[in-house]
């Protein structure tokens, strides 16, 4: 069987089932979320830009924020047949690309994206497994639909499996 691997752009997600795989470039303080029901071997990928819709006028774009992005995502994984009781999550970006001389939290987009995505997936009750985030470098992030796990490839940094 042939093995297609879907790209998931900036703000934006997708969902498959095995034995494809889900990936999405350039995470800088993006967050990619990945989610994953070992049992009915479907995989879900969302690409966040900022934490929060509630502090954004134009939020029509629902994948493009943490709080919106990762509801939309278990809606869309449950349509091809996950249950939500099997979902595990693996989150990779969040980086701080500018060095800012300032506290300013404002400025800590990747920071603020993590934790934005942890007060969310602990509120749906989905298990966070594993993560590969911070730093100031990019992140390319692949999800394997058969196994759930998640390729991370860095520029200067190495690749890793998590």
Do not use: W
């Amino acid at each position: 069987m042939e093995v297609n691997t879907i790209k998931v752009g900036m703000a934006d997600l997708n969902v498959t089932k095995a034995p494809h795989q889900l990936t999405t470039l350039g995470l800088g303080s993006c967050v990619g979320i990945t989610l994953y029901d070992g049992v009915n071997k479907v995989a879900g990928l969302v690409h966040i830009m900022l934490p929060s819709s509630k502090e954004i006028k134009n939020n029509q774009n629902k994948a493009k924020f943490a709080d919106t992005g990762i509801e939309e995502l278990v809606k869309s994984m449950e349509k091809i047949g996950a249950d939500r009781k099997n979902l595990v999550a693996k989150i990779a970006g969040g980086a701080q690309m500018f060095n800012f001389n300032s506290n300013n939290q404002m400025l800590k987009i990747g920071e603020r994206n993590v934790l934005a995505t942890k007060e969310k997936l602990k509120e749906l009750n989905i298990r966070l497994v594993s993560e590969d985030t911070g730093g100031n470098f990019g992140r390319t992030i692949v999800l394997d639909s058969i196994d759930g796990s998640l390729y991370v490839r860095t520029i200067g940094h190495g690749e890793k499996i998590i």
